[in-house]
């Protein structure tokens, strides 16, 4: 028969609590996941804003090679458009972010939901997908100067982002709306006046890839320091 | 069993053995909170040697508290470790006896 002290029977089941509560912080943590997904689309929409640009550019030159080429990189972005509303899109997704956000082993959770945080969800989701043609409609007739583009997007993507990181619990997805809002109220004060012309349709763009990385930086951080706290609580408690 | 209907007389209750050694306790803390878990996941978060975990986990299996699963990912080999109903059960059990025992030690201090 083992006897434990009052005290340490108590800290024990605390730790053993705990150390079960981190390990589901991981596995439900799907920033990485989000970062990838959001990566891929950021680099296929911009590669074919561009590649349709530089085919106009290339028809009114008179130039048939690089009209050609630019053709081709937009029917590819074409079919990789498609592929992302397949399964097959999902599962690769999946393989990736878990190479890169397995860090240290893999772990599966459950996610569970809240019912308002689904709600939030639906909500925000609703918000970004009537701004975004009212957003592309009001630029394509200039009602909106291109300089505004990147201020305005970031008035439906922050909050949009911001919604999806409570409704999936994933704190490290608020990183992207705080980098977001921080390119673009860069923008607004005027630190990207002085670039040149050309910058400008990119600047959204570029606040958008600034805002995957530092999202799928955060996750790898929160993992890291997770796993250590977990490590550390191990190391110090259990000792009956 | 209630910590107020326990007297003095009444025999204390038993540790679950299997359960109460401090790596096995930590594995099953850790596999309580998640569906599965693989070999490195656990290694690096407990802070176990590759030796430990697997003996630990293997005791674990035979009493039937945890689940284990080998697969190869290529040529990768990849164990994957999932707790049970019974090692949920035994697991709440043991917190059950436990918290018997130290209601027990505060009853005679």
């Known amino acids: 028969m083992v006897s434990p002290t009052p005290d340490s029977s108590t800290n024990i089941r605390t730790d053993a609590e705990q150390l079960g509560k981190l390990a589901r912080t991981v596995s439900q943590e799907r920033s990485i996941h989000a970062a990838v997904g959001m990566g891929f689309g950021l680099a296929v929409v911009t590669t074919l804003y561009f590649a349709s640009k530089y085919a106009g550019n290339a028809v009114r030159a008179g130039a048939p090679l690089p009209a050609g080429i630019s053709v081709g990189v937009i029917a590819i972005c074409t079919v990789a458009i498609i592929w992302m509303c397949t399964s097959s899109y999902s599962r690769w997704i999946e393989r990736v972010a878990s190479r890169l956000g397995s860090v240290g082993g893999y772990v599966d959770g459950t996610a569970e939901s809240a019912g308002w945080r689904r709600g939030v ?103 890291l320091y997770t796993l250590k706290r977990m490590r550390r609580l191990s190391r110090r408690g259990f000792k009956i | 069993m209630g910590l107020t209907k326990m007297k003095a007389s009444d025999p204390a209750p038993e540790l679950d053995r299997v359960i109460h050694e401090p790596v096995r306790l930590r594995i099953m803390s850790l596999l309580a909170g ?76």
């Open chain 1, 121 to 223: 969800g639906v909500a925000v989701s609703i918000g970004f997908a009537v701004s975004v043609p009212i957003h592309v409609g009001l630029s394509t007739m200039e009602v909106l100067p291109v300089e505004l583009s990147l201020p305005i997007s970031a008035m439906y993507v922050a909050p949009f982002v911001a919604g999806i990181s409570i409704a999936t619990r994933n704190p490290a997805l608020f990183v992207f709306p705080l980098t977001y809002g921080a390119c673009a109220a860069a923008s607004v004060a005027g630190y990207t006046a002085g670039f040149p012309a050309w910058f400008r349709p990119m600047e959204t763009a570029l606040a958008m890839g600034a805002s995957v990385i530092s999202t799928l930086l955060a996750g790898l951080c929160m993992r």
């Open chain 2, 34 to 109: 998640v569906d599965t878990a693989d070999f490195a996941f656990l290694r690096t978060a407990l802070g176990l040697s590759k030796g430990n975990l697997s003996v630990h986990a293997a005791r674990l299996e035979v009493s039937g508290y945890i689940e284990i699963t080998k697969t190869f990912e290529g040529k990768l080999p990849k164990t994957r470790y999932r707790m049970t109903q019974p090692g949920r059960r035994a697991l709440e059990r043991y917190w059950e006896s436990l918290d018997a025992i130290r209601g027990a030690l505060n009853g005679h201090e």
